[in-house]
């Protein structure tokens, strides 16, 4: 990735931030400078520090971004990061990208997109989810900048969308606070990825009478990133089309399947695919007449909520480790504003406030359920198994 950085125009901006703009030839010296000693374990802010540590550990050694695993366990010579993504089960897995992964994927965004040294990408995302590291990685090979925040804030971030920023990336409630503070109509931009999760369709109609090039993507961190954005200049629908040396299929359960140079040759700890592989993933989609995938939903339980992911065993599992529970329940429900939006049922003499101050003390925020009910018992199914299903229709 070093070398990303060197064949660039040195004297060129690369990264903005609040307090300090970098250029390529300064980011180079500062990662050819930065010390790495085997691999790394690296929890990245928004920060320039932030940005050398990584792209100095993925340049030398293997960066451990977020979570935690034995680092005896990774094969430097194979992985130059391993993310750390939620799985249906909830148990973190470690996902091994190589830089032929990122290589392909930041070569087939630009092919699709069309960005370049004369864009400047807006960085509001953690560098600890593929969404956030791969504008840094894109923008390093590409040769474009990356103006950084330190934070989302919709003022902000409104006010920044309108001063020479002309790609952008966000999940939908970003989007919906954005126009919130500032409906538009805004110029200069020239595609704004939307992703993360489930897109409200109301929100793709205030993006339009915005004027925002919007782009639903599809992306996971398997592929270190976007396998599948909307052509730039078609017609504003939720689908997405596939990206250049990308394949899509959808099995006939329904699961998104995908294949190509981008993909990670595993997760750590366990044996590689093949060159040829599918990843089937635990996304439900369909795929269009002119080959446009449109993703309908998930195959397991996880909650995307506002792009996090929410695993109802974990917080079910909590909730009941809090005085005043004796049974809960945990669905998703499709909300405008967050895509999907978690919902809890339970049993106890607990009230909601409560309950919602003892989540906050152990789990993230995201995780914390929107809205509650009291009830004197779970619906289950015929199986006897809690009905998830009949816990969000409660709710409706």
């Given at each position: 990735?070093?070398?990303?950085?060197?064949?660039?125009?040195?004297?060129?901006?690369?990264?903005?931030?609040?307090?300090?703009?970098?250029?390529?030839?300064?980011?180079?010296?500062?990662?050819?400078?930065?010390?790495?000693?085997?691999?790394?374990?690296?929890?990245?802010?928004?920060?320039?520090?932030?940005?050398?540590?990584?792209?100095?550990?993925?340049?030398?050694?293997?960066?451990?971004?977020?979570?935690?695993?034995?680092?005896?366990?990774?094969?430097?010579?194979?992985?130059?990061?391993?993310?750390?993504?939620?799985?249906?089960?909830?148990?973190?897995?470690?996902?091994?990208?190589?830089?032929?992964?990122?290589?392909?994927?930041?070569?087939?965004?630009?092919?699709?997109?069309?960005?370049g040294p004369a864009d400047t990408w807006l960085l509001a995302l953690p560098l600890h989810h593929v969404a956030g590291l791969s504008i840094?990685?894109?923008?390093?090979?590409?040769?474009?900048?990356?103006?950084?925040?330190?934070?989302?804030?919709?003022?902000?971030?409104?006010?920044?969308?309108?001063?020479?920023?002309?790609?952008?990336?966000?999940?939908?409630?970003?989007?919906?606070?954005?126009?919130?503070?500032?409906?538009?109509?805004?110029?200069?931009?020239?595609?704004?990825?939307?992703?993360?999760?489930?897109?409200?369709?109301?929100?793709?109609?205030?993006?339009?009478?915005?004027?925002?090039?919007?782009?639903?993507?599809?992306?996971?961190?398997?592929?270190?990133?976007?396998?599948?954005?909307?052509?730039?200049?078609?017609?504003?629908?939720?689908?997405?089309?596939?990206?250049?040396?990308?394949?899509?299929?959808?099995?006939?359960?329904?699961?998104?399947?995908?294949?190509?140079?981008?993909?990670?040759?595993?997760?750590?700890?366990?044996?590689?695919?093949?060159?040829?592989?599918?990843?089937?993933?635990?996304?439900?989609?369909?795929?269009?007449?002119?080959?446009?995938?449109?993703?309908?939903?998930?195959?397991?339980?996880?909650?995307?909520?506002?792009?996090?992911?929410i695993d109802p065993a974990v917080v079910e599992a909590t909730l009941l480790r809090v005085e005043g529970v004796q049974e809960a329940l945990?669905?998703?429900?499709?909300?405008?504003?967050?895509?999907?939006?978690?919902?809890?049922?339970?049993?106890?003499?607990?009230?909601?406030?409560?309950?919602?101050?003892?989540?906050?003390?152990?789990?993230?925020?995201?995780?914390?359920?929107?809205?509650?009910?009291?009830?004197?018992?779970?619906?289950?199914?015929?199986?006897?198994?809690?009905?998830?299903?009949?816990?969000?229709?409660?709710?409706?």
């Open positions: 990735m070093l070398d990303w950085l060197r064949r660039q125009d040195p004297a060129r901006v690369f990264i903005e931030a609040p307090d300090v703009t970098l250029t390529f030839g300064e980011i180079a010296h500062a990662v050819m400078d930065r010390p790495v000693h085997g691999i790394e374990v690296v929890r990245p802010g928004l920060d320039i520090q932030s940005v050398i540590d990584l792209l100095a550990v993925m340049s030398k050694g293997s960066a451990v971004v977020t979570g935690t695993v034995e680092t005896t366990a990774i094969d430097p010579s194979d992985a130059a990061s391993v993310l750390f993504t939620s799985g249906t089960s909830g148990r973190p897995k470690g996902v091994r990208l190589t830089i032929d992964n990122w290589a392909a994927a930041a070569s087939a965004s630009i092919q699709h997109l069309g960005h840094l990685v894109r923008s390093a090979y590409a040769g474009g900048a990356v103006r950084m925040l330190p934070g989302f804030d919709p003022v902000a971030f409104a006010t920044h969308l309108r001063r020479g920023v002309s790609v952008v990336s966000m999940v939908p409630t970003m989007l919906s606070r954005v126009l919130d503070v500032d409906p538009g109509p805004y110029d200069g931009l020239k595609a704004v990825l939307l992703g993360g999760g489930p897109i409200p369709s109301r929100v793709l109609d205030r993006a339009g009478a915005a004027g925002l090039p919007v782009l639903p993507t599809y992306g996971l961190t398997e592929t270190a990133g976007q396998v599948a954005t909307l052509k730039p200049g078609a017609p504003l629908e939720n689908k997405a089309h596939p990206l250049p040396g990308v394949d899509i299929r959808v099995d006939p359960d329904d699961r998104i399947a995908v294949r190509g140079p981008m993909l990670s040759p595993g997760y750590v700890g366990e044996p590689d695919r093949g060159a040829e592989d599918w990843l089937v993933t635990g996304d439900l989609g369909r795929i269009d007449d002119d080959g446009a995938l449109r993703v309908t939903g998930r195959a397991d339980t996880i909650i995307v909520s506002g792009g996090e992911n945990v669905a998703g429900l499709t909300s405008e504003e967050w895509g999907m939006e978690a919902v809890c049922l339970y049993v106890g003499q607990a009230n909601p406030a409560q309950l919602e101050t003892a989540l906050r003390q152990i789990l993230p925020g995201f995780m914390v359920p929107k809205r509650w009910r009291q009830v004197a018992g779970l619906p289950m199914t015929p199986m006897g198994k809690p009905d998830r299903d009949e816990a969000a229709r409660l709710f409706r």
